[in-house]
């Protein structure tokens, strides 16, 4: 399986400041097609997850442009511009290029 | 609207079987592929399997595939996710998921509670 790697497991920022988050993979995650499907999610206190970023670096409709996604083959990186209130919460990469999917183990993301 | 509630959580017994049930509505379910994800009581986030729209395939994280069944009724627009043998260790919520062509998870249900305890 899969293995994806999450650093930090928290982060606390003050408002206003950025916040990057790291995804590293134990295999590549480009597939034969020549995307590579890792992605974002936010899953906010007492909520169902929601996605942000697909295929690495493509936000989702609606998803802020504060939130930047990059990376390519084994290491991604999710970066949180200008930190609002809203963003607490903790956030999942999850790749969906090999079986069986797979989630990393979260970061847990707090407004200082 | 797109919507997606599970249903059939609840209090179950360690050995015994429980049948969940995602209601979709809001959107041509028979042209998706859908999916079960679960998570542990203050843990991160677990891929249970997804199915194709005709359940000609049905993938399964390796280490539940021998306990969990997935399967679908399109006339019904309603996913399953038949569970058996059930130990503590299944005490989590479970989520139901709609997967896009670009195999991103677009709609989540809003979780239905399973807890295993005698």
């Known amino acids: 399986d899969v293995v994806l790697t999450q650093t930090p497991v928290s982060l606390s920022v003050t408002l206003g400041d950025q916040a990057s988050i790291s995804c590293r993979s134990s295999?590549?995650?480009?597939?034969?097609?020549?995307?590579?499907?890792l992605e974002w999610y936010l899953q906010k206190p007492g909520q169902s997850p929601q996605l942000l970023i697909y295929?690495?670096?493509n936000r989702f409709s609606g998803v802020p442009d504060r939130f930047i996604g990059s990376g390519s083959g084994t290491d991604f990186t999710l970066k949180i511009s200008r930190v609002e209130p809203e963003d607490l919460g903790v956030y999942y990469c999850f790749q969906a290029t090999h079986d069986p999917l797979t989630f990393g183990s979260g970061t847990k993301l707090e407004i200082k | 609207e797109v919507k997606l509630v599970e249903s059939g959580g609840g209090l179950v017994q360690p050995g015994r079987s429980l049948k969940l049930s995602c209601a979709a509505s809001g959107f041509s379910f028979n042209d998706y592929w859908m999916g079960w994800v679960r998570q542990a009581p203050g843990k991160g986030l677990e891929w249970i399997g997804e199915i194709n729209q005709d359940s000609s395939t049905i993938n399964y994280t390796p280490s539940l595939k021998d306990k969990f069944t997935i399967s679908r009724d399109n006339a019904q627009n309603t996913l399953y996710l038949q569970m058996s043998k059930l130990g503590s260790e299944d005490t989590a919520i479970y989520y139901c998921?709609?997967?896009?062509?670009?195999?991103?998870?677009?709609?989540w249900g809003q979780g239905v509670m399973v807890t295993v305890s005698s």
């Open positions: 295999q590549s995650l480009e597939y034969s097609d020549g995307y590579t499907y």
């Open positions: 998921a709609r997967i896009t062509t670009v195999a991103t998870i677009d709609y």
């Open positions: 295929e690495v670096s």
